[in-house]
């Protein structure tokens, strides 16, 4: 399988998924920038976390106009992997391929820390084969999930909330949230189960080096 990462300017977490990609799964994996209309020969898209320029209006909004997002709509209509983490999940709900937005954090404050996240769909490409409680990374000011009840209500009744917070044991609670997501929410699928938005990042967390290797259990996929 070989993978898209898709550059914009100011991102800085490409490099992230670069190296957990290349060096600490073997998965063939190359930046495209984001002027690209055209993404032939690719068979997944992974979207980085970090910055894009125009955040300061709403993350991911003007990242979301760029024309290679136009691709990264195909790939999900065709039900191909896409994969967008952090400042990348924003940019899939702005990009609405994914429902919903990433607002300010409910403490309104910048958090840095690990955290925990448990599958609750099991069965998706990107699911399917996780089990138990999984440690990764965060680092956002604008990570707290939120939309409307009846959205909510679909995606619970579709089965497309991937993962959500948990403490060590696994337990869903208020503490454990660290930034106010409504029903704990720290990822969702789209209807065909193949775009994954996830705020953690598993791209920091493929290797011991870094503490952790929890985020091979989600990037794996993509060595299939």
């Known amino acids: 399988m070989r993978v898209a990462i898709i550059q914009t300017p100011g991102s800085n977490c490409d490099q992230d998924a670069y190296h957990a990609l290349n060096d600490d799964l073997?998965?063939?994996?190359?930046?495209?920038?984001?002027?690209?209309?055209?993404?032939?020969?690719y068979d997944a898209v992974l979207l980085p976390g970090g910055f894009t320029y125009g955040d300061y209006l709403r993350g991911g909004a003007l990242a979301a106009l760029a024309p290679v997002i136009e691709e990264v709509k195909r790939f999900a209509e065709e039900g191909k992997p896409v994969i967008g983490i952090c400042n990348g999940f924003q940019i899939l709900t702005e990009a609405h391929i994914l429902p919903g937005a990433l607002v300010r954090n409910a403490s309104r404050r910048f958090i840095c820390k690990d955290v925990y996240i448990k599958p609750v769909n099991k069965n998706s490409f990107?699911?399917?084969?996780?089990?138990?409680?999984?440690?990764?990374?965060?680092?956002?000011?604008e990570g707290r999930y939120v939309?409307?009840?009846?959205?909510?209500?679909k995606l619970e009744r579709e089965g497309r909330i991937a993962f959500v917070y948990c403490n060590k044991e696994g337990e869903v609670t208020e503490e454990a949230n660290p930034n106010g997501s409504i029903h704990s929410i720290a990822g969702i699928l789209n209807e065909k189960g193949n775009v994954l938005g996830i705020?953690?990042?598993?791209?920091?967390?493929?290797?011991?080096?870094?503490?952790?290797?929890?985020?091979?259990?989600?990037?794996?996929?993509?060595?299939?």
Do not use: Q
């Open 26 to 41: 073997n998965v063939k994996a190359d930046y495209v920038w984001f002027t690209t209309k055209s993404l032939e020969g």
């Open 199 to 224: 705020m953690p990042h598993p791209d920091r967390a493929c290797n011991y080096l870094l503490g952790s290797e929890g985020g091979k259990k989600i990037l794996e996929k993509l060595a299939r």
């Open 126 to 141: 990107w699911t399917k084969g996780i089990e138990g409680v999984i440690k990764l990374p965060i680092a956002h000011n």
């Open 147 to 153: 939309a409307d009840e009846e959205t909510i209500a």
